[in-house]
């Protein structure tokens, strides 16, 4: 037989020297298999990811592919020469051994009768958890507790069973992950009821609002601790993470008043909510360089406001980070979702707020607001309220008189709103805009006042203090 091989060209192998009409006997391929990458996971195994790599040689002929199997009765093909595989562990298991053979194919369809062969010793990596701390409260926290983690496994997202929060002393409490794969995920704390005093049951809730169980310990009123866990599907809990001594403020009234106006307009609105005989909850989002400003709109600003009958927020066109997008806008475009989903919810809300010139005309506020638009003209253009004139007041809401020269933002009213405040505006440079002057507008559901909104900086229509008096009143007190 010959076995001088000349050269191997398109497939066919030609030889020399080689009596004729005796067929010619393929040499089968060798195979060689090794571990390119190990990850030690302590008691010298392998965790479940493991980078492999193989080659062929064939003495007569050239290698055109590879099979592996796991059982050597399923083969499955590849023309790679490397792979990562990532094994898995049986529920419940802490180790495991995974066979591995792997065998060449030449070009005449020749397979290696003697297989390369791994044992691929495995043992289960434990997973991680943290908490994001961008997103983490620091100091105080109001009504709800919205958290935000990041699980991770060496073994595979996958591999990941539960997450496991526990409150001060109290059980741990289960449920599965939201998600699918690594990320960030955010869950609420919401006490069953916010106005107790000390320790308090608590609805766990997902992002979508879904409520997966209840967790106990919450101390409110106090000092709290939260502790963060996971658990794979072997059964291995990762160290925990903890989020220390932040104290929890609870509700004590049926009103919130939350402040966010850089112009710092607190002793105004105290002042006429006191003098109503108002009892209120506060939260100053501008304080300590806007610290109490939601790390995460959502669920938190939406649970928190459920919490309340009646809501007053007062801003500015102040612009705003938000800390989970980095997105930068006014106060009122991160919480319009929130307002939109308390209002159809039953609540009652007055908003007060002067805006951006040429605010965008596909803000999420036009429709959610009892507005459809604003003005439209170009800058400088501006319309402005006169010293001794008038915001004329309707349905008998009291007319109101600012001391100086101001800016103001008039809008053009949604078609389900009552306009209650026309300005008795100048047009500067060209402004034009609603002829009307709306810079007030109350939206009503089966004739209930759901929503009040003013486009001006209130506290600066304060020369009359007993007509401003008696607008607290209307709304707060007879509207709500």
Known sequence: MCNKLLYNLLGLSIFFGCDKGKELVNLN??????????????????????????????????????????????????????????????????????????RSVDNREAKDDTPAYLKIPLKNTPPKVEFVKDLSPTDSVFNVLTIAWEASDLDGFSSVRSIELKLNESDWFSFSPRISTKGIEIASIAPENPEVTGPANSAVLSESGEEMGVIGGLKIGELNSLYIRVKDLAGSISLEDTLSQF???????????????????????????????????????????????????????????????????????????????????????????????????????????????????????????????????????????????????SFDYPSLTSN????????????????????????????????????????KVSEATSMVFMSVDLHKLDKNPTAIQELFNTIINQEF
């Open 404 to 443: 100086a020269l101001i800016t103001i933002d008039p809008f053009f009213a949604s078609s389900d709103a009552e306009v209650i405040y026309s300005a008795q505006l100048t047009k500067s440079l060209g402004w034009y805009g609603p002829e009307d002057g709306c810079i007030g507008a109350r939206r």
């Open 247 to 393: 104290y929890f403020k609870g509700k004590t009234n049926d009103l919130l008043v939350i402040g966010t106006s850089s112009d710092n307009p607190n002793a105004f609105y105290k002042s006429n909510l006191d003098l109503i005989n108002a009892k209120y909850d506060f939260i100053d989002m501008v304080s300590n360089n806007r610290g109490n400003l939601p790390k995460i709109w959502n669920p938190y600003f939406e649970l928190l406001l459920d919490q309340y009958e009646k809501v007053l927020v007062y801003c500015k066109d102040d612009i705003v980070t938000n800390t989970q997008t980095k997105q930068e806008d006014i106060f009122l475009e991160f919480a319009a979702g929130s307002i939109e989903a308390y209002v159809n919810n039953g609540g009652k809300i007055w908003v007060v707020s002067s805006l951006p010139n040429l605010h965008s005309p596909s803000s999420a506020l036009f429709g959610i607001l009892p507005m459809d638009s604003l003005s439209s003209s170009p800058l400088p253009s501006q319309a402005r309220l006169p010293s001794d004139s008038l915001a004329v007041g």
């Open 29 to 102: 391929p060798e195979t060689n298999m090794t571990m390119e990458s190990i990850n030690l996971s302590g008691g010298d195994r392998l965790n479940s990811l493991v980078e492999v790599k193989w080659w062929g040689t064939d003495p007569d002929g050239y290698i055109v592919g590879y099979e592996f199997s796991f059982d050597q009765l399923t083969w499955y093909k590849t023309i790679e020469q490397d792979s990562l595989f990532r094994f898995s562990i049986t529920e419940g298991s802490d180790t495991t051994d995974i066979d591995l053979w792997l």
